[in-house]
């Protein structure tokens, strides 16, 4: 099936879609609901576990989706073991994270890490404009510095 694949590729995304459109053009088959509730409650594991080992690019992903989705869960079952809160509360907890980390390298001069940890938070916070700003004026100073290099290198020695 379309969605079970792209499960196992990692897109949950699709797989909900898929999930969704048969729920909505098989109404009475209850196999589609109930495997989109599994998917649901994987993907809040997943999204647990990544948050537990530090992966927070991938529990932010995680919980931003379900968070997104989870007006269309809950119809299909109030009783979901994760609250609309928590999933903000988690995607919180990865964008602090990634922040810090991002600080971090940017302060230690290492932008083009600061830069890709700052891209990876916007994979699931696409409107952080305090981000994009940051990303920007790191992606400014790695130009100021390559020219500056590039001058040096071309400059003769007074040696």
Request: hydrophobic share 35%.
């Amino acid at each position: 099936m379309q969605a079970k694949e792209a499960i196992s590729a990692g897109n949950y995304s699709e797989a909900i879609e898929v999930y969704k459109e048969a729920i909505r053009a098989y109404p009475e088959r209850d196999s589609f609901p109930e495997a989109l509730i599994k998917t649901g409650l994987d993907m809040h594991e997943r999204g647990k576990k990544a948050l537990e080992g530090e992966d927070f690019v991938l529990a932010g992903k995680m919980y931003f989706l379900l968070l997104k989705e989870y007006p269309f869960l809950t119809k299909l079952d109030p009783s979901l073991p994760f609250s609309k809160k928590s999933l903000e509360n988690g995607i919180k907890d990865c964008r602090t994270q990634l922040i810090r980390k991002g600080l971090i390298e940017y302060r230690e001069g290492n932008l083009k890490e600061a830069i890709s940890i700052w891209e990876n938070l916007l994979q699931f916070d696409p409107t952080n404009a305090e981000i994009r700003k940051a990303i920007d004026n790191a992606k400014e100073q790695l130009k100021k510095i390559k020219k500056m290099e590039k001058i040096a290198m071309t400059e003769p020695s007074p040696f």
